[in-house]
């Protein structure tokens, strides 16, 4: 499967994006689908994830309660609603598929290019 991320931008603090991951292939829905992100100097670390059903997502606890994590499989699409974005929010996101739900980054076999967020003060 192939992923391409999209939907970055420039936003304030306390604004709002929603971010698409697109699949081709058609084994997408087979995969789970983890967001992670990285910011200059940093490690990437897990955002989301959602299991192939959509029936079960997981958070990290600096993202929970702000972002969401959907998906459309008729779509091969996977999405991430971020609100009341902070500055610290600022990062290249990557989203990615393996065949579980788990936020380990070493565990998944395929990723997108990555979009940029960028959320200013």
């Known amino acids: 499967v192939q992923l391409q991320a999209s939907g970055g931008g420039l936003v304030q603090a306390g604004g709002s994006l929603n971010l698409s991951c697109a699949a081709s292939?058609?084994?997408?829905?087979?995969?789970?689908i983890g967001w992670f992100r990285q910011a200059p100097g940093k490690e990437r670390e897990f955002v989301a994830g959602?299991?192939?059903?959509?029936?079960?997502?997981y958070y990290s606890d600096s993202v929970k309660g702000r972002f969401t994590i959907s998906r459309d499989n008729a779509k091969n699409t996977v999405y991430l609603q971020m609100n009341s974005l902070k500055p610290e929010d600022t990062a290249v996101y990557y989203c990615?598929?393996?065949?579980?739900?788990?936020?380990?980054?070493?565990?998944?076999?395929?990723w997108g290019q990555g979009t940029q967020v960028t959320v200013s003060s």
């Open positions: 990615a598929g393996n065949t579980l739900l788990v936020p380990s980054i070493s565990s998944y076999d395929y």
């Open positions: 292939g058609r084994t997408f829905s087979r995969y789970a």
């Open positions: 959602i299991t192939w059903s959509g029936s079960s997502t």
